[in-house]
């Protein structure tokens, strides 16, 4: 494992998001390695239209966030909230970031000692500073396809798409989160080729696995819920999850309870069924206690959605290390995976599956379950991951 180098990560994430991202993962064991770690909170592509539901939600998460500025985190990890506008369509809103992100790395590389880092950019808005810090490497992780989510911010397609294509020219290195874009980017861009490669989602196992291994006793607040129990956790947008298909589900199987756990910037509309239940966000050591509650895991994803059609989801890695069944929507990435997930192909397949999980079920098969993800650990891929920056700076000293 490296140890002893400087490195800067441009998230696209917070670090104190509830639900811990690839990004959190790898940063956290690169420092317990001994390096020097800087996680900058995502900077943002823009403020979300006016008229989303989310704007406001999202301008007071930024806010309360920019109130935090610089902390020292666990494991050492220096957490930076840096100053910027929200106004990368503008050329001069976008040389004012390049000017305020510049002076204020060039003093925390003062405070903290990072001499010549590795950037890791995973937002291509952060592409700015490059060639600015001093840096001897730079690797660019792609997690999604951006120039397809106009639902966030009104940042143009466009002009990310142009972010994103300088930032593959300038990587060292380049990660893609997803299977589905990394084959077409792959195959469209052959200079790229050589450079390019699939980081995988992984899991945190043992944390996970112990949702069926121990015996808890059931939160309050999901307690007194009935059963069966539809449990999700993760990222809870408008946008996001199928809220026709959750709606038609709770009317078609009014005794199914659906529990949502996560954050989220708007209410749903789908809160106002008797049998859907938002809890909040809940802290990601609680996490394993509260899939021992659920009777089946559920991704009712809007997958016709182009931007959705990418993801990579950890949480359906999550899901499979509790060893509880696991019903989703199609994505691409877990096409494959038909022997282990039930993947639907429209509303009453989705009741079908759930049926199926909760009379068909047992414990081979949970067993399998929890078999198909117990090696790819965040360990794992941290271990690649420093081989790879081992072999670029000595490719380059």
Not at 61 to 81: H, P, Q, Y
Not at 165 to 190: H, M, N, W
Not at 199 to 216: G, N, P, R, S
Not at 344 to 355: C, K, L, M, Q, T
Request: glycine share 6%; hydrophobic share 45%; aromatic share 10%.
């Amino acid at each position: 494992m490296i140890k002893d180098i400087s490195i800067i990560c441009f998230a696209g994430e917070d670090w104190w998001y509830h639900h811990p991202h690839s990004k959190n993962h790898i940063m956290r064991r690169l420092a317990r390695a001994g390096n020097r770690v800087v996680f900058v909170n995502s900077i943002s592509m823009g403020l979300p239209d006016r008229k989303s539901p989310d704007f406001i939600g999202k301008i007071i998460r930024k806010l309360k966030s920019f109130a935090k500025f610089v902390r020292r985190a666990d494991d050492g990890i220096i957490v930076v909230t840096p100053i910027v506008t929200p106004f990368f369509s503008s050329r001069i809103g976008r040389t004012l970031n390049r000017w305020l992100l510049v002076a204020q790395f060039k003093l925390l590389s003062v405070a903290f000692d990072l001499r010549t880092p590795v950037l890791w950019i995973a937002i291509p808005t952060a592409g700015e500073v490059v060639g600015h810090l001093g840096e001897r490497a730079l690797i660019y992780q792609v997690s999604d396809k951006y120039d397809a989510n106009q639902m966030d911010h009104a940042t143009s397609s466009n002009l990310i798409g142009e972010m994103h294509g300088e930032l593959l020219q300038q990587a060292d290195l380049i990660y893609y989160s997803g299977r589905k874009l990394f084959e077409e980017e792959v195959t469209a861009r052959p200079e790229i080729q050589g450079k390019a490669k699939l980081l995988e989602q992984a899991v945190d196992f043992e944390h996970f696995a112990a949702a069926t291994a121990l015996v808890w006793q059931e939160p309050e607040d999901i307690a007194r819920l009935p059963h069966p129990r539809l449990g999700y956790f993760g990222a809870i947008e408008s946008w996001l999850l199928d809220q026709q298909l959750i709606r038609y589900i709770s009317e078609k199987r009014p005794d199914w309870h659906w529990v949502l756990l996560g954050l989220k910037a708007a209410k749903l509309d789908i809160e106002e069924l008797p049998n859907v239940h938002y809890l909040g966000a809940k802290p990601y050591a609680e996490m394993p206690r509260y899939a021992a509650a659920f009777d089946v895991c559920v991704l009712p994803w809007v997958t016709d959605n182009k931007f959705v059609s990418y993801g990579s989801a950890i949480k359906v890695r999550e899901y499979l290390a509790t060893g509880k069944p696991v019903v989703m929507t199609p994505l691409y990435e877990y096409a494959s995976w038909n022997d282990i997930l039930r993947i639907s192909r429209g509303y009453e397949d989705f009741i079908a599956h759930v049926d199926k999980a909760l009379t068909d079920d047992d414990a081979r098969q949970q067993t399998a379950r929890q078999e198909a993800v117990k090696a790819s650990t965040w360990d794992t891929r941290t271990e690649m991951v420093s081989r790879d920056i081992a072999a670029i700076i000595k490719r380059k000293n």
